[in-house]
């Protein structure tokens, strides 16, 4: 699934490259965009849903995961429609959950090489590598990254996690992780390469700082939720509240 906005410029590449013999449904989520993003999605035959305005990028993620689960998939593949991410790395990234070795499997672009001689702003790196550490602290983890907008889900991971209640923006790929964390769900990585050219970021600095901000406080409320000091309702897992009887 691809949560778009404005991202008729690459979508066609991106999905050029999805490997057709691994993937059965292709969803994507239009979030009202203003360019070609909708003649291009149905030029190539997608699924597609629209928003009827832009709601933010969580809000677009909830459509499609709700979709996706209603199509019946069985393992769900986030990558964004901005060709910042390799598609044709979906048999690698969906193998630790066929494998059963993983329940959640991000795409890093940390893991190996060097991001920086890449293209990623140098700035970029250094939030990512100092969020990351605390996030592994937080989550008890040991991930190179959690910012990446490739993804792959186990269906029991969206099933269990209640994703309905997280932001409508940005801060909603973090606090999916915390839920899937709080629920026991495990997670893992595979690397990815970096690519970054002027349509595969939006993020400002300013942007940037809002949402380093933001990740500050979701760790704080998942820290205290996890000692058992204050309850967030986000952070209660829906596994095992209740099983099919007949
Ligand atoms: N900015 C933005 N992006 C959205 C929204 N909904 C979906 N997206 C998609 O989310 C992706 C991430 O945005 P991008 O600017 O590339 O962020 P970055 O790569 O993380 O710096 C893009 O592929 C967009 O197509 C939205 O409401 N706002
Ligand atoms: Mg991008």
Redesign the pocket.
């Known amino acids: 699934m691809?949560?778009?906005?404005?991202?008729g410029r690459?979508l066609r590449m991106t999905y050029e490259e999805l490997p057709k013999d691994t993937v059965s449904t292709v969803i994507l989520?239009d979030?009202?965009?203003t360019d070609a993003?909708l003649e291009v999605a149905r030029q190539l035959g997608l699924q597609v849903f629209v928003h009827n305005r832009?709601?933010?990028?969580g809000?677009?993620?909830k459509t499609c995961y709700t979709e996706a689960l209603r199509a019946g998939a069985d393992i769900v593949v986030m990558v964004?429609?901005?060709y910042?991410y390799d598609p044709r790395l979906v048999p690698q990234i969906i193998e630790p959950i066929l494998q059963g070795q993983a329940d959640v499997v991000l795409g890093s672009r940390l893991k190996s090489g060097s991001p920086i001689a890449q293209g990623m702003p140098w700035w970029?790196y250094v939030a990512n590598r100092a969020l990351t550490r605390l996030e592994n602290w937080a989550f008890a983890l040991d991930l190179s990254e959690y910012?990446t907008?490739y993804r792959a889900f186990r269906r029991e991971v969206l099933e269990g996690v209640n994703f309905l209640l997280d932001s409508d923006g940005?801060i909603f790929d973090q606090e999916i992780i915390g839920q899937a964390v709080s629920a026991g769900f495990r997670i893992s990585e595979i690397a990815v390469p970096t690519r970054y050219f002027p349509?595969?970021?939006?993020?400002s600095f300013a942007a940037?700082t809002v949402y380093g901000v933001k990740i500050l406080t979701m760790l704080f409320w998942f820290s205290l939720h996890r000692l058992g000091l204050r309850r967030s309702r986000r952070f209660d897992s829906l596994r095992a509240r209740y099983t099919r009887l007949t």
């Open positions: 691809m949560p778009a906005y404005n991202a690459t989520v979030d009202g965009s993003t832009n709601y933010g990028y809000a677009n993620q964004h429609p901005d910042q970029k910012h907008g940005f349509e595969a970021s939006s993020a940037s």
